[in-house]
């Protein structure tokens, strides 16, 4: 082939690739833009391997044969909300393919002149910049990097060195070549490579879709540059036509963030310095807005539904929120039941919303948004004004109007869309937590605008709902009473005679057909007449359903199909629902354009009454919202199928609903064990799997011995089958050195419950299940078992309340005179021998209100503060809220330090680099010996994450692994608040007596949280 036949093809083929790119622009045209960009880019590759000659090549066929599997098999597996972290990892590609261009030309082929030996230096540096930088930006979206900035010590000073070293070897191969060509052909190689890791690592989310554009242009230049290593126009001018479009995609980014390009690429826009955060609060500080009074969730969702019914100009403003929730669909839906009101809806797109540039436009165009309704900002900015409803779906820093006033924040002086200013506004956001700039948003507490925290899918579908002319769920109670649920549904099933129950999907998740037999045989006893409707495509496979309830034994004969079912419906007084969605969905009969429009359904509708057993309200595998869940008569039972089919079972057989008694002034069961255990004189104790599980047999031990102190005796109940193996329970409690005497088995111990004044069962359930005597046709019907119900009280130490491995209900659970301590064996078996130790039962909820007033006065008014930084810190991740929650303090006027024990965390320092990280001054990190005097005169010590390093245990516990090592002594304090995860001992094993010390808050739960309510109440 002539040279000026293949510059002719290669301007035709950069033409028909601008072109393509031209058709990209616009949703109606961007298939057809791609696959002839796609075809262009196709044909490039055979045009030149035709020039070289090369088309008879195996190993080249094989390459692209390899390429395109891969490149149809990313097609299918990556999912939409992943695509940004692909087209970063496809830069790479691009880049790497440049550095192989210009090593290859180096050290295999050879360069004809200087020009080409540059070139492919440059190519080299340049591909392996990019990719070794769009890679570590693609682990950063996909999370397998900290998403977070990291900051090496003298960073920028790292990176221009290494820029140096790649300009040294750079000039030195191309001055000498034959002088150590290899040598400098890997620093080249080494420092590209570094440089393009080093300079990604410290980059943000905030930057991120910049960085994304860059490496994009990045990459296209390194071709360009390697086509000029290789004299090949047409790789020239598909380099050219990327790099110059990646640029321009850069300077339109920089220009919306308000970011210039050089301090980017030396990684230093991410990072807000500590002047940028006094910056943060004091933008805070100057806006004495009143807060807004605390509104009543009715009141709330009463008018979110009448500004959605009412407003006819609706902005809708996506962000990286709904793309993490896929609730583009849904929010397609809420524009289409906006509109069918009347509304004009339109979105407001920002440059930089989401993860890459276009993110939003193709997660909307996916859900068939009309391109002409996706504005950009400066198109509507002007309209937001005259809004009578803005609507933002997980959009944080592009709407935040401290961009104009908070100097020194990271997005300080950047372009937002002014939602602000329409009349009113719907917020749905996880949180209100700040979004990747780290600056809170006015926003939030602006009157006239309305959070819905939560799932964008589920808060956005709710509000689909109510633009439906759905009324808010609150409203319901207000008509029928406040009926409890859990009352109402024992009602109809004790009543209804004519039940059909819907199997679905749901039920074979959750294994519930056993369930659902022992429903309808309780249905049955009752009188009830039981009959089962089977959907055709209820399950995963034809018969699916039919299947799973003949292993429960259900009669054939009671499976009745679709057409012979449906006119049955309208008779049944009660339709039990467990685990169906799409097959019971009355909109395939209304919902045009959605999958399931026009699909025969089980009519459960159409009866008197309805209970729902699914495990949450979210749409079925279409995807359409149900209204069956909002209708009236209908009684929605969410969670484990299982376990609500169970609790049907229990009302259907007589049991209470757990919620009656609340009617009755109950017991306190720690009240009522303590007296058990301080009057009981005949003890049997029944240990389980559950003691093994929770290594409870030591708490066993300390328990029996508190009870023989007070004059009681105490036996061991063994089951054969307790445990895991023949003698299972025996070899643990001699562990913890019982008495092999005292441990008595079945038929010894059986006789004797009858007279036992208390039986306490340790992590047992099968093997006292009292249904192995009724209980036909289940697994454990006519196993002997120990008789522990006989006895005149039990208490039961489990973790919850499900049935053992047989999946059988234990109706000792229920039965009067049985105390369920559920949780953790060690713990629960704990506190009772607190409790037999002649401990005082904790008192209820009231005096935690009190103590929250405690640690909110202690917040507001201590000037000296200490916090204490345990591994749970580390767990949490909380370093950050510890240095808000010390900014808050002192703003207040306090001063704050660290109190740093030398073994908290994993290694030594550990919290000293962690609270580094979030920006704390090093002289306020204290070690222990400094520190310590300084407790007596602390107003408050806030503990996060920390035990063993402050138990004042470890000065009086002879005999405990930390006695006699030195600990911070922060129950010298004044007042101390502690935001552990719970109570239990620390590693050592040893309890910790400052938890039950007065003037000391527990908040227990996740450490993060607990420093959010922190936070709250210094504010």
Request: aromatic share 6%.
């Amino acid at each position: 082939m002539s040279t000026l036949l293949y510059n002719v093809i290669a301007a035709i083929l950069a033409l028909a690739i601008l072109y393509g790119l031209n058709l990209m622009s616009n949703v109606k045209t961007a298939v057809r833009g791609n696959i002839l960009s796609a075809a262009a880019m196709a044909c490039a590759i055979l045009i030149t391997m035709y020039k070289d000659n090369s088309l008879g090549s195996p190993t080249l066929w094989i390459a692209i044969a390899l390429g395109t599997a891969f490149g149809l098999f990313l097609s299918n597996k990556v999912k939409m909300i992943q695509m940004p972290q692909l087209v970063a990892f496809l830069h790479g590609f691009g880049g790497g393919a440049a550095a192989l261009v210009g090593i290859i030309m180096l050290t295999d082929v050879g360069t004809p002149s200087a020009f080409h030996r540059i070139d492919a230096c440059l190519a080299l540096c340049s591909g392996m910049t990019t990719i070794a930088g769009s890679f570590v930006a693609a682990g950063k979206l996909h999370q397998l990097l900290p998403q977070r900035p990291i900051v090496l010590s003298n960073h920028s000073r790292i990176i221009n060195i290494l820029l140096g070293i790649m300009l040294i070897a750079l000039c030195i191969y191309n001055i000498a070549p034959t002088f150590l060509p290899g040598f400098f052909i890997f620093v080249m190689f080494a420092t590209g490579a570094l440089f393009g890791i080093v300079f990604t690592i410290r980059v943000g989310g905030a930057d991120m879709p910049i960085t994304i554009s860059l490496l994009n242009s990045m990459g296209g230049i390194s071709c360009a540059i390697a086509g000029f290593a290789v004299s090949d126009p047409l790789l020239i001018a598909v380099g050219g036509i990327v790099g110059s479009a990646g640029l321009m995609l850069t300077r339109v980014m920089c220009k919306a963030m308000n970011r210039k390009l050089m301090p980017i690429l030396l990684g230093q826009s991410s990072v807000a310095g500590k002047s940028g955060v006094r910056a943060a609060a004091a933008a805070k500080a100057p806006a004495p807005q009143a807060p807004k009074a605390a509104q009543p969730a009715a009141q709330k969702d009463a008018e979110i539904a009448k500004l959605l019914t009412t407003a006819k100009n609706v902005i809708i403003v996506p962000g990286y929120g709904m793309a993490l929730a896929q609730a583009q669909h849904k929010v397609k839906q809420l524009a289409d039941a906006l509109e069918a009101r009347g509304a004009t809806v339109n979105y407001a797109i920002h440059p930089v919303a989401g993860r890459m540039p276009g993110h939003m436009n193709v997660l909307l165009a996916e859900a068939n948004v009309d391109y002409e309704h996706l504005l950009e900002m400066d198109t509507v900015n002007p309209m937001f004004a005259d809004a009578d409803l803005v609507i933002i779906v997980g959009a944080n820093d592009v709407v935040n109007p401290a961009a104009n006033t908070a100097e020194g924040t990271p997005i300080y002086g950047m372009p937002i869309l002014e939602a602000d200013k329409a009349k009113a506004v719907i917020i749905c956001n996880y949180d209100e937590k700040p979004g990747y700039a780290g600056v809170p948003n006015p926003l939030y507490t602006k009157s006239g605008v309305y959070m819905l925290l939560g799932d964008a899918a589920k808060t956005v579908g709710t509000l689909a709902g109510y633009a439906a002319g759905q009324a808010p769920a609150a409203a319901a109670p207000a008509e029928t009473g406040g009926a409890d649920t859990a009352a109402e549904a024992a009602r109809l099933l004790t009543t209804a005679k004519n039940v059909i129950i819907v199997p679905g999907y749901g039920m074979a998740l959750a294994q519930a057909q056993h369930k659902v037999k022992q429903l309808a045989d309780a249905l049955e006893a009752r009188g009830a007449t039981v009959n089962y409707a089977i959907h055709p495509v209820a399950g995963r496979m034809p018969g699916h359903m039919n299947v799973l309830l003949a292993e429960a034994n259900v009669d054939y004969e009671h499976l009745l199909e679709m057409d012979t079912v449906n006119p049955m419906f309208a008779d049944a007084d009660l339709v039990i629902i467990v685990g169906a969605n799409d097959v019971v969905n009355p909109a395939a009969n209304t919902a045009e354009g959605t999958p399931i429009y026009g699909m025969p359904i089980l009519e459960a509708d159409k009866a008197k009454a309805v209970i729902v057993c699914n495990y949450d309200e979210k749409p079925g595998y279409a995807g359409v919202d149900n209204p069956l869940y909002t209708k009236p008569g209908v009684i929605m039972m969410l969670g484990d199928a299982a376990q609500t089919v169970g609790a049907l079972a229990g009302y259907a057989a007589g049991q209470v609903p757990a919620a009656a008694a609340q009617a009755e002034p109950a017991k306190d069961a720690d009240s009522e064990a303590a007296r058990l255990l301080s009057t009981a004189k005949n003890v049997i104790i029944v240990p389980g799997y559950g003691m093994a599980l929770a290594q409870a047999q030591h708490q066993v031990k300390q328990l029996a011995d508190a009870l023989e102190e007070r004059g009681a005796t105490v036996n061991y109940a063994i089951h054969p089958v307790a445990g895991r193996m023949p003698g299972h329970m025996n070899v643990l409690l001699a562990e913890a050195n019982v008495d092999y005497e005292h441990l008595l088995e079945m038929d010894t111990v059986n006789p004797m419950f009858a007279d036992a004044d208390l039986v306490i069962i340790v992590g047992a359930n099968d093997v006292v299940n009292p249904a192995a005597n009724t209980a036909e046709g289940t697994p454990i019907y006519g196993m002997p078992i120990l008789e522990a119900d006989k006895a005149k009280a039990v208490i039961v130490c489990n973790y919850d309340e499900k049935p053992g491995y047989a999946g059988v209900d234990n109706p000792l659970y229920t039965k009067p005179g049985v105390i369920m301590m559920l949780g953790d064996a060690a713990q629960t078996v704990g506190n009772l021998v607190k409790l037999a130790s002649g401990a005082a039962p904790a008192t209820a909820e009231a005096p935690k209100e009190a103590e929250t007033q405690d640690a909110m006065q202690a917040l507001k008014t201590a000037k000296n503060v200490i916090i204490v930084p345990g591994y749970g810190m580390a767990l949490a991740q909380a370093q950050h809220k510890v240095k808000q929650l010390a900014d808050a303090l002192e703003a207040r006027g306090a001063t704050v330090n660290y109190a740093i024990h030398p073994v908290a965390g994993r290694m030594p320092g550990h919290m000293n680099v962690l609270l580094a990280e979030a920006n704390v001054d090093y002289e306020h990190l204290l070690e222990m010996d400094t520190v310590n005097p300084m407790f007596a005169d602390a107003d408050l010590v806030i503990i996060v994450g920390a035990n063993d390093v402050v138990n004042p245990a470890a000065n009086t516990a002879e005999g405990t692994p930390i006695y006699g090592m030195p600990i911070l002594e922060a129950d010298k304090a004044k007042a101390v608040i502690i935001c552990n995860y719970d109570e239990k001992p620390g590693y050592a094993g040893v309890d910790n007596p400052l938890y039950t010390k007065p003037g000391v808050t527990l908040l227990l739960g996740d450490a993060g949280a607990s420093l959010d309510k922190l936070l709250a109440m210094a504010r």
